[in-house]
């Protein structure tokens, strides 16, 4: 059974940094990519980013570029997301998803709520 | 790429027959798949590909479309179909849809 497990979420003051953790299991975590989706309260979903299978490339949304950086411990099954120079429009639950072979998202974590406020 | 999902909101009654749309900025070749998510949980895959069935959904789920136009039909809506229905294209970058939330009458 794929399982997702998101950690480190809770409340950061505007500027500061802020890392989640994303313990993968039920699966060949080193075959596939993987993402991070975003839900603002009361609002849709939104891709923030994704990593290849290998970490060998990242690819983000424009708002967060330069600010947050993907990446993965194949040899832990876990999956990163370091979050730099948060904003309040950055308040989210942010979920893991686990990636098919083609780029959609086939499994997710329960989510972790990151909440950017002074 | 936008995706502008109709109706917003949708009310039918248990047994019902339901049709939900979303439709591309642009062509999204059938890159498109649709999520199901209930309050409080995460988002679970329902199709993928336009019409291809994730294993573990009812067959009451079905997906259709092309071009710029899809559809995601329930065929008798059953009350725990309760939930917000999101579409995602992944032909050109990976955008969501706003959801339609679907309530039981």
């Known amino acids: 059974e794929v399982q997702l497990v998101e950690s480190g979420g809770g409340l950061v003051q505007p500027g500061r940094s802020m890392k989640l953790s994303c313990a993968a299991s039920?699966?060949?975590?080193?075959?596939?990519?993987m993402a991070w989706v975003r839900q603002a309260p009361t609002k849709g979903l939104e891709w923030v980013a994704s990593i290849s299978y290998d970490g060998g490339n990242t690819y983000y949304r424009d708002s967060v570029k330069g600010r947050f950086t993907i990446s993965r411990d194949n040899a832990k099954s876990s999956l990163y997301l370091q979050m730099d120079s948060l904003r309040s429009e950055d308040t989210s639950t942010y979920y893991c998803?686990?990636?098919?072979?083609?780029?959609?998202?086939?499994?997710w974590g329960q989510g972790v709520m990151v909440t950017v406020s002074s | 790429i936008q995706l502008t999902q109709s109706p917003s909101l949708l009310s039918a009654s248990v047994g019902d027959r339901v049709t939900l749309s979303c439709k591309g900025s642009?062509?999204?070749?059938?890159?498109l798949a649709w999520y199901q998510q209930k309050l409080g949980e995460a988002p679970k895959l329902l199709i993928y590909k336009t019409n291809s069935l994730q294993t573990g959904i009812p067959s009451r789920f079905s997906g259709s479309g092309s071009g710029t136009d899809y559809t995601l039909t329930i065929s008798s809506l059953h009350s725990e179909d309760l939930a917000t229905y999101y579409c995602y294209q992944y032909n050109n970058g990976f955008t969501f849809g706003s959801g339609t939330k679907l309530e039981i009458k």
């Open positions: 039920g699966f060949t975590f080193s075959s596939f990519a």
């Open positions: 998803a686990k990636v098919d072979w083609e780029p959609f998202f086939d499994y």
């Open positions: 642009q062509n999204i070749n059938n890159y």
